[in-house]
């Protein structure tokens, strides 16, 4: 049996009654190494993961992909030059890594990259407009989508991010409603959802929901989530959304919360194993992984996978 942080847990929910969503975790083979500040995607049966903050608090240009049939991570080639908070998406059959932050001085980068399976190698594409870290990236119509995060001077981003890989450019595209760094993004039946985050400040943590049409280049407004969170993640799972973990100053969250969007309600799940922040998610087989984070508030690694079958 694993140890479970000894450090302070934050669990919370508004004082709204949610339905509570069934299922259970169960832990995976570990990280080959704790990591934090990272990103996770599906390309083709297999979870993906890279940069990140390493156990010496300094930025990564490590990159692994876990097998889940074997239950095994492998390692596979560097990013170009480390990253840390920087989205990984996968658009088509191509695995995407976009911009994120570099250093201790956590300094936005524009840099897109994609990921060449066929010959384990990391290659440049058409850089971003402009700079940015702690942002979300999901995938529509064929199209990369890029929202939130701060740029350069700490400024907020709030311009929309499109890139069009037939063509090998991006466009600017309606801004986000609430600008906020360290968010999560993801995508359900062609509408990007932009989940929590918080204004610079991990004391000012939203509980915002927003979602994007590509389709009419348009922001609306959803319920907001049962719990303010920034430095979470989410990742669709049959038609939802999972968001998990987070974090304040003062502690980190164990928070697990669903969203359907066809009823535009939440549902409060089982919480994590283990509570963190700058973690990973994706969805794979019908069952969520959460990888990597942080045990407690700022700097902190984990090598924790965890599985929850709903």
Do not use: C
Request: hydrophobic share 40%; glycine share 10%.
């Amino acid at each position: 049996m694993r140890a479970r942080s000894t450090y302070p847990t934050l669990l919370l929910v508004a004082g709204t009654t949610f339905v509570r969503a069934d299922g259970r975790w169960s832990p995976a083979a570990r990280l080959p190494q704790p990591m934090q500040e990272l990103s996770a995607a599906v390309l083709h049966g297999r979870i993906y993961v890279a940069g990140g903050i390493d156990r010496a608090n300094r930025a990564s240009a490590a990159a692994f992909r876990y097998d889940p049939g074997a239950n095994r991570w492998e390692r596979i080639a560097d990013l170009p030059a480390p990253r840390h908070h920087m989205p990984l998406a996968v658009v088509g059959d191509t695995l995407y890594a976009v911009g994120g932050l570099t250093g201790e001085r956590f300094v936005p980068q524009n840099t897109l990259w994609l990921y060449r399976e066929d010959v384990n190698r990391w290659e440049p594409r058409a850089a971003l407009p402009a700079p940015r870290g702690a942002s979300g990236a999901a995938s529509v119509s064929g199209k990369l989508i890029v929202v939130g995060g701060w740029g350069l001077k700490r400024r907020l981003a709030e311009t929309t991010a499109i890139y069009d890989p037939a063509v090998d450019r991006w466009r600017d595209a309606a801004p986000i409603p609430t600008p906020r760094d360290h968010l999560a993004a993801t995508a359900v039946n062609g509408v990007v959802y932009a989940i929590g985050g918080r204004p610079l400040d991990p004391d000012r943590n939203y509980d915002v929901l927003e979602a994007y049409d590509p389709a009419t280049d348009r922001w609306t407004t959803r319920a907001a989530m049962p719990s303010r969170r920034g430095g979470l993640a989410a990742a669709a799972l049959d038609g939802t959304v999972h968001t998990v973990g987070g974090e304040s100053r003062s502690g980190v969250f164990a928070n697990h919360e669903v969203y359907d969007p066809v009823t535009d309600r939440w549902s409060v799940a089982p919480p994590l194993p283990l509570a963190r922040h700058g973690l990973a998610a994706a969805a794979l087989g019908g069952r969520l992984y959460v990888i990597g984070g942080g045990p407690r508030a700022g700097f902190a690694q984990t090598d924790f996978v965890d599985v929850f079958a709903p």
